[in-house]
Nanobody, 121 residues
C-alpha cells in the first residue's frame, strides 16, 4: 500500500483545514487508516483512526469535537477535517494504514510522507 498525504498549509487559529490521504493498492480499502502528527522535537502522536468500513472511529482526546476522520473507499481516500484549529495543532501530519483501530504506531505498517500544518496565533 502506498499513501500520499496532502492538504496541509498555514492557517490562523480558529480556522479549518482538510487533509487528504490517497491510498493505492488492491487491498487498500481493507486496512484501518489513521492520522498521526509530529511536532519538532516530539514523538509522532496518534490523532484519529477509522475502520475499513468507516463505521468505527477513534480520536485522541485533544481533537475530539474538532477533528473528523472519514474515508471514501470508492476513491481510496481518507480525510481529516480539522476545525477550530489551535497553535498546538501545528505539526507534520502523517496518514498510515494498519491492522487495528489503534492509537499505537506499531499497528500501522504503511506510512505516507507527511504534510505540514502550521496554525498561527
Amino acid at each position: 500500500v502506498q499513501l500520499q498525504a496532502s492538504g496541509g498549509g498555514l492557517v490562523r487559529a480558529g480556522g479549518s483545514l482538510r487533509l487528504s490521504c490517497a491510498a493505492s493498492g488492491r487491498t487498500a480499502r481493507s486496512y484501518f487508516m489513521g492520522w498521526f502528527r509530529q511536532a519538532p522535537g516530539t514523538e509522532r502522536d496518534f490523532v484519529a483512526t477509522i475502520s475499513g468500513s468507516g463505521e468505527h472511529t477513534y480520536y485522541t482526546n485533544s481533537v475530539k469535537g474538532r477533528f473528523t476522520i472519514s474515508r471514501d473507499n470508492a476513491k481510496n481516500t481518507v480525510s481529516l477535517q480539522m476545525n477550530s484549529l489551535k497553535p498546538e495543532d501545528s505539526a507534520v501530519y502523517f496518514c498510515a494504514a494498519g491492522v487495528a483501530l489503534s492509537s499505537s504506531r506499531s499497528q500501522y505498517a504503511y506510512w505516507g510522507q507527511g504534510t505540514l500544518v502550521t496554525v498561527s496565533s
